[in-house]
DNA sequence: GTGTTATTTCGTTAATTGGCGAAATAACGA
DNA sequence: TCGTTATTTCGCCAATTAACGAAATAACAC
């Protein structure tokens, strides 16, 4: 859970998130859409990867990333979780 | 909304939200839980409040933490918003 | 095989981060 | 006022991070 918090960090990375939630996009489209260096994008894609957030499947010379819902769930969870979401009120305002 | 994936992405820091999620706490007690320097975790406060998750209040000597759970309702937002949660369907799956 | 395109890996660098101890600040009680 | 206690601020340092360009890898077409 510690990489999802991680790769969630940056703005970049979550901008690739946004990204991949309208499609499934190619390494190289993805990187089309920001001021950075080719492989500065590749280096977000690992950390992405590495947390579990978005899967890559090769299609020919080109790599398509995509979204992994599932992980956020996880992710989502742990967020609630973190805060006092569904649990019994805390009784201490005032 | 950028401080607060930033704040998130610290274990510490996360372990420090645990804690109040459970009851208000000095700076002194959480600094307790910790096997850190005082000063560290009082720059890990800094950053908490600097993105709203946690307020903070003087009571005489000492200064107590408390969660903040509105900061948390706009972080949930934006992971949820992240995904596609709340979206229709995207049909891309096989 | 060679060449082309798409992508990643490698090595470097500058900026950020998290840690520390020491000094500063704040509030209290004597 | 002078201590004492609680906490933060201030350098400082080591580790991590995000960026780059150049070189390496992979898949294809010829």
Redesign the pocket.
């Given at each position: 859970m510690n990489e999802v918090f991680?790769a969630l960090?940056?703005p970049?990375?979550r901008e690739i998130l946004r990204l991949l939630r309208q499609r499934d996009m190619?390494?190289?489209?993805i990187?089309e859409c920001f001021?950075?260096?080719?492989?500065?994008?590749?280096?977000?894609?690992?950390?992405l990867k590495h947390s579990g957030l978005i899967v890559?499947e090769?299609s020919?010379?080109?790599?398509?990333y995509s979204l992994k819902v599932s992980a956020f769930e996880g992710m989502l969870a742990a967020v609630m979780e973190l805060f006092e979401v569904d649990k019994e009120p805390k009784e201490s305002k005032k």
């Amino acid at each position: 859970m510690n990489e999802v918090f991680q790769a969630l960090s940056d703005p970049t990375r979550r901008e690739i998130l946004r990204l991949l939630r309208q499609r499934d996009m190619s390494a190289g489209e993805i990187a089309e859409c920001f001021p950075l260096a080719n492989s500065t994008l590749s280096g977000h894609f690992k950390i992405l990867k590495h947390s579990g957030l978005i899967v890559s499947e090769r299609s020919g010379t080109t790599i398509v990333y995509s979204l992994k819902v599932s992980a956020f769930e996880g992710m989502l969870a742990a967020v609630m979780e973190l805060f006092e979401v569904d649990k019994e009120p805390k009784e201490s305002k005032k």
